[in-house]
């Protein structure tokens, strides 16, 4: 099978998967649909990633339709592909409990699926135009998930969610227009190696932080944990927060060139997110809010690492991209079974769940671990090879402060793993959701493994 042929292979399977969830009438047979489209979706992406290092297709870098490039396949799209739809499927897995209580589930899977799918769009597009189109469509389905329970907060939030990423997005778009004008082209095949202005850096850049929630575009992340726990872990950890970084890394480091002033602009940007956003978690009380902020601050990190712009910094990125998912997507379900046990979202409110609660516990502190950038565990690499890029670049007061914010990474971490699982026992609960946990499990040792054996992801990053 030709590789352009798997991936819209994919595309389509996934797509036919919403549609059948959202005219489901059945609620088992809906979830079905979904995961099923998802499983079809990830072996025909490990097969895409077999064909590519054993180069069974000698023209791989982009399918070619009436001169618009509109896929390219590199082990940048792949790793973040494999990333992407791996934790969604788990994340979906995960939701079949924690759903299972709520009607509209049509609906719910339906967005689910093709949030999914647009992102696998974004992800394999080798046009700017073709990638603000599914840009655009994760932003619509964003909305609607946000918005699931339908009150007016709910609706509310929503709403700001929409209208800052697609301030972002217009900006963007902007930019496109004026790339086509000034280039001739929106084909990143034809854009490589090309210079280009200073404003029109600057609109690119702007939809990409608005999309990643990175200041001053960052307000509309923390309201998102209205959403239900699958949906906020989504959002955050596996898939809508890294179309942003992604984008950017694909535009500005394997794309275009840019001039050092911008360079060093979005390095500041990045520094001041990473130590706002680590401040605003240490203080806030919310636990899906601290992780919010968290996923804010880390995110922080890929873009100082891609906006560096050297091979380490932008290898830690990259698989930054992958051990943040992994851990951030395992915190965010941790605190999903922490709520729907106890109803309660306000750290100070809780505490002893470790007693009565010892898998997710452990899961919740080993995720940590890695968010933090503990040695053996998967951000630890991360962290390491971006900082160590910035010591390359002789870029001494961007490391202090990077270092900085790994402390404030630790003090919020800490701070909720004690307020939350240590002290005095609070609730008389138990772990009744086995497959909710197993998720979890399964999400806390593959952290672990990249951590340990960091060369299962090292090795297939190609600079």
């Not at 956003?277 to 990190?301: H, P």
Request: overall charge positive; hydrophobic content about 55%; proline content about 2%.
């Amino acid at each position: 099978m030709q590789n352009s042929t798997i991936i819209f292979f994919t595309y389509i399977i996934l797509f036919i998967g919403a549609i059948l969830s959202k005219f489901s009438k059945n609620d088992k047979l809906t979830r079905t649909f979904s995961i099923s489209s998802l499983i079809l979706s990830f072996f025909a992406i490990l097969d895409l990633t077999f064909r590519y290092y054993r180069n069974i297709e000698t023209n791989f870098l982009s399918f070619i339709f009436k001169s618009w490039s509109i896929i390219i396949v590199d082990s940048y799209a792949l790793i973040m592909a494999l990333t992407s739809v791996f934790v969604g499927l788990l994340i979906t897995i995960y939701s079949f409990d924690y759903m299972s209580y709520y009607e509209r589930q049509n609906d719910y899977y339906f967005y689910l699926t093709l949030f999914i799918a647009s992102m696998l769009g974004l992800i394999f597009s080798g046009n700017l135009l073709i990638t603000y189109i599914f840009w655009e469509i994760t932003s619509i389905c964003s909305w609607q998930l946000i918005a699931f329970y339908r009150k007016d907060i709910h609706l509310s939030k929503a709403n700001k969610a929409f209208l800052v990423t697609f301030l972002g997005s217009t900006l963007m778009l902007l930019g496109i227009a004026m790339i086509y004008f000034e280039k001739g082209s929106v084909n990143l095949v034809d854009l490589k190696g090309k210079q280009i202005s200073d404003i029109l850096a600057i609109f690119l850049i702007f939809g990409m932080i608005a999309k990643s929630a990175q200041l001053p575009f960052h307000v509309w992340l923390p309201d998102a944990g209205v959403a239900p726990t699958p949906v906020t872990a989504l959002l955050h950890a596996a898939i809508l927060v890294k179309i942003g970084v992604y984008t950017f890394g694909r535009i500005f480091d394997f794309t275009f060139k840019v001039l050092p002033e911008i360079q060093q602009f979005e390095i500041f940007i990045s520094i001041l997110t990473i130590l706002i956003a680590g401040f605003m978690a240490f203080v806030e009380t919310d636990i899906k809010r601290i992780l919010a902020y968290s996923t804010i601050s880390q995110i922080g990190y890929i873009f100082l690492g891609f906006a560096t712009n050297i091979a380490s910094s932008i290898i830690g990125s990259v698989f930054y991209i992958v051990s943040h998912a992994l851990a951030k997507a395992g915190l965010f379900l941790s605190a999903g079974i922490v709520e729907q046990n106890t109803k309660e979202k306000n750290i100070k409110n809780l505490g002893g769940l470790a007693k009565t609660m010892p898998l997710t516990s452990v899961c919740f502190l080993l995720c940590g671990f890695s968010i933090i950038g503990f040695p053996l565990f998967g951000g630890f690499w991360g962290k390491f090879f971006i900082i160590k890029g910035t010591v390359e670049t002789n870029r001494l007061t961007t490391t202090l402060f990077a270092m900085l914010g790994t402390v404030l990474t630790l003090l919020y971490i800490m701070r909720v793993y004690n307020h939350v699982f240590l002290g005095e026992k609070k609730f008389e609960i138990k772990e009744k959701t086995s497959s909710m946990i197993t998720v979890v499990f399964i999400l806390t040792l593959l952290s672990l493994i990249v951590g340990i054996l960091p060369n299962i992801v090292l090795n297939f990053i190609k600079i």
